[in-house]
Each structure stands twice: as structure tokens, then as C-alpha cells.
């Protein structure tokens, strides 16, 4: 009976703090049990539009929370170590809301640093009795909203459909201009999400053809902090959306973390500052970068030029296959030396050399492929008929010899 009479107080308090805030302007959404230590969300509402600024409250309801009082008659609410840290790091501002039912009243404190006292055994969080969810704290909690952040503050990288025939999804990779904080990121990624949901981008006509006009019904966002970091697939949060309306069937397996509002799941990377701070102690300077791989590119040259004469002569019929794969043998073993070696430097590849490796690893790529066509096993094996070789080869040369050009074009431009 005890425990009936404890849901009934908690049932009413948090419908007494709805009304309350949805009296200020705000809307109040609550939230499933498994946000641990999150009641609800407040979001401000303007013009009857959706601010996406957002409170996230902790609601307490019954004589029990307002029973012990300090010298000031502020009431003090005493919240486990786990409770705290968890709101600490919350990408919402959390304020703990004590509600008085019999007299429809709710105190209120934001938690932060300065308001969670340790006690040793656990925290302490003073909330003066005249701070009231009423007329005179609505410019209060105002201020403590998550910020409005404009889209100059964020550049989205890359935008990919990855739809299929039972669910509309796209993916998002953002990079943070500049510095940002928690609060900010996660209105970052509402913001991204919620566009990025009315998005009509397809990756190609089938995907329109089953979509056509239709919202999304899944959106990841990957945030990254630097350009250098997406680069390197180093996030330092993601996220998840669903469409309530997309069936449990066809829905992509969640992961743990806080809902930011708009039921988007954020989750922190907890690896990133050392992951971080490993990949940038492997990662060239651009001197030493070039400096390996410009005297690799100088070899492979003089090799493309042996195997693209000798392709030559065997295309016209001046020699047989034999004495091609004879001739450019030796020159196609040491393609396949360099090949391991450019693709597997010990460091990574500096940012403003991003484009430079790339044409390089199509172009070592390409002519490896060569040697691969005509390596003992292949040729055992007989993986291709011998005209096969010949057109594939004469093919990966003409793309190599595209992809030589492009490499001199992207490396004039860092030079």
C-alpha cells in the first residue's frame, strides 16, 4: 500500500510541475524510465514554434524531500554521488525540482558545480524557497536553456542516404567550428537531426523511387570536433533518432546514452581524448610524409614506364605473353614491394596530405593489380584467361596513368 501511495505523490508531482512549466510557455515531455535520473524535458516555445531549447528536470515529489531545511530555510536535497555525475555531464542543463503537492508548488535549482556540495558520503544541493516555478523565474530558467546555435558554427562533411526497402536512414558527419560546449553540441545535433530528417537527398533513383517524398525514419550524427578527427573516424559523440512511427522490426539496434530531446539518443565517446592524443603522436609532419612516399612515386614511375612498353609490345602482337611476363617481371615483384610499403606506413598521413594519399594509394593500387594477374598463383590457377589479363592490364594502366596525373595535380597544390 506504501508504495502505491509513494507513485500516486510521484504521479502528481510530476503532473503539477507539467502544468506549471506549460503555464511559463514551456512544453513538457516526459521521458522513458531508462533515461536514468531524468524525469522530464521543458523545451521554451515562441510564437507557437518549438525553440529546441531545452531543460532537462529531475522531479521530487512529497514531504519527505522538503522536510530538511538550512539556517537560510533553503531546503536541501541530499542526491547520491552517481546521480550527480551523471547530471553533471549531461549535454542538457538538469535542474532538480522539489514539489510540494498539497500546495501545488515547485522549488527549483539548476546542478552544477557550484550548487552539488560533497559531503564525503554523497552531495548536497541547497534550493531556496524562493525559487519557485512560477511568473518570477521565467527569465531565470531562460537563461539556463541550451543555446541556440547558428549553422555557422558547424560544417556537415558528409551526408549519406543509407536507406533500404523497410526504412528511410541517413547518416550525418559534422565538424564543430571552432570550440563548443556539451549543451551546445547536443543542440548542434537536434538541430542537424531534426533537418536532417526532412532531408530528399538519395544516393541513387531506386532509393527516390521507394522513398520519393517521405521523411526520414532513422538519423544517425557523428560529431566531430576538428576536420583533422573526421579524418581520422575520430567522434566524440553520435547519436540516434527513430521515428516512432517506424515499426520494432525494422528498427537498427540502439546504443546506450542521454536524450538530448526530440527522443534523439546522444552517447560520448569514452576513448576519444586518448585515442586522440595516440593518432596524433603516429601521425607524419608533412616533410616527413613526402619524404617517404615522393621517392616510392619516382620508382613507381620508371616501373609503369617498363610495364606500359612491354604491354605495348605484347598488345601488338611483337611479343608473346611469355616474353612479356618475363621481361616485366622483376618490375612487377617490386610494384608489389612498394605496394605493401606505401600501404602500410607506420604513421598516419598528415590532414593537409589527405588528398595527395589518396591519389597515391590509387595509383600504387592500380599497378599492383598488374602484378596480381600475372603472379605464379594466378597463372597456376588460370583466375583469368590470357585475353582477360591483356584487356584487364591495358585497363588498369590507362586508370594508373590518371591517377599519376592527378596525384602531380593535388601534390602542386600543397607545394
Avoid at 59 to 71: A, P
Avoid at 311 to 328: A, D, H, P, T, W
Avoid at 369 to 397: A, G, T
Wanted: proline share 3%; aromatic share 12%; hydrophobic share 35%.
Amino acid at each position: 500500500m506504501k508504495a502505491q501511495e509513494t507513485n500516486r505523490t510521484e504521479r502528481r508531482g510530476i503532473c503539477i510541475t507539467g502544468e506549471l512549466f506549460e503555464a511559463l510557455g514551456f512544453a513538457f515531455r516526459e521521458q522513458p524510465v531508462n533515461d536514468y535520473g531524468i524525469d522530464a524535458h521543458a523545451e521554451l516555445i515562441k510564437s507557437e514554434q518549438a525553440t529546441g531549447q531545452l531543460l532537462a528536470l529531475q522531479i521530487k515529489s512529497g514531504v519527505s524531500y522538503l522536510s530538511e531545511r538550512d539556517r537560510s530555510d533553503s531546503f536541501v536535497f541530499r542526491p547520491d554521488q552517481d546521480h550527480v555525475d551523471y547530471w553533471l555531464k549531461h549535454a542538457l542543463p538538469v535542474l532538480v525540482c522539489l514539489c510540494d503537492v498539497e500546495a501545488r508548488k515547485v522549488y527549483w535549482q539548476i546542478v552544477n558545480n557550484e550548487t552539488a556540495t560533497s559531503t564525503g558520503k554523497g552531495y548536497k544541493i541547497i534550493i531556496p524557497p524562493t525559487q519557485l516555478v512560477d511568473s518570477s523565474s521565467i527569465e531565470p530558467l531562460r537563461r539556463l536553456l541550451t543555446p541556440v546555435v547558428p549553422a555557422t558554427r558547424y560544417t556537415i562533411f558528409k551526408t549519406e542516404d543509407v536507406s533500404h526497402g523497410t526504412a528511410k536512414r541517413y547518416s550525418f558527419a559534422v565538424v564543430i567550428n571552432g570550440t563548443a560546449t556539451k549543451a551546445e553540441v547536443a543542440a548542434i545535433v537536434r538541430q542537424v537531426t531534426n533537418d536532417g530528417a526532412k532531408r530528399r537527398y538519395y544516393r541513387n533513383h531506386l532509393a527516390e523511387g521507394r522513398w520519393g517524398d517521405s521523411d526520414a525514419h532513422v538519423v544517425w550524427t557523428f560529431i566531430f570536433p576538428t576536420a583533422e578527427d573526421y579524418s581520422r573516424t575520430i567522434w566524440i559523440c553520435r547519436s540516434l533518432w527513430i521515428s516512432e512511427n517506424l515499426e520494432e522490426q525494422f528498427r537498427p539496434i540502439g546504443f546506450k546514452g542521454e536524450n538530448i530531446g526530440d527522443n534523439i539518443v546522444l552517447e560520448w565517446s569514452s576513448y576519444y581524448d586518448e585515442l586522440s592524443k595516440f593518432l596524433s603522436e603516429k601521425v607524419y609532419s608533412k616533410e616527413q610524409y613526402l619524404s617517404v612516399i615522393l621517392p616510392m612515386v619516382d620508382e613507381l614511375k620508371e616501373l609503369f614506364k617498363i610495364i606500359e612498353s612491354n604491354l605495348f609490345l605484347y598488345k601488338n602482337n611483337q611479343v608473346g605473353e611469355e616474353i612479356f611476363i618475363s621481361e616485366s617481371m622483376a618490375a612487377l615483384k617490386r610494384v608489389r614491394e612498394l605496394y605493401r610499403e606505401g600501404t602500410n606506413l607506420p604513421s598516419s598521413t598528415p590532414f593537409e596530405c589527405q588528398d595527395v594519399s589518396s591519389k597515391f594509394q590509387s595509383f600504387i593500387s592500380l599497378l599492383d593489380n598488374i602484378s596480381i594477374y600475372y603472379d605464379e598463383e594466378s597463372l597456376n590457377r588460370n583466375v583469368w584467361s590470357k585475353d582477360n589479363r591483356l584487356w584487364l592490364s591495358i585497363q588498369q594502366l590507362s586508370e594508373a596513368r590518371k591517377k599519376i596525373n592527378e596525384f602531380e595535380y593535388e601534390l602542386l597544390k600543397i607545394r
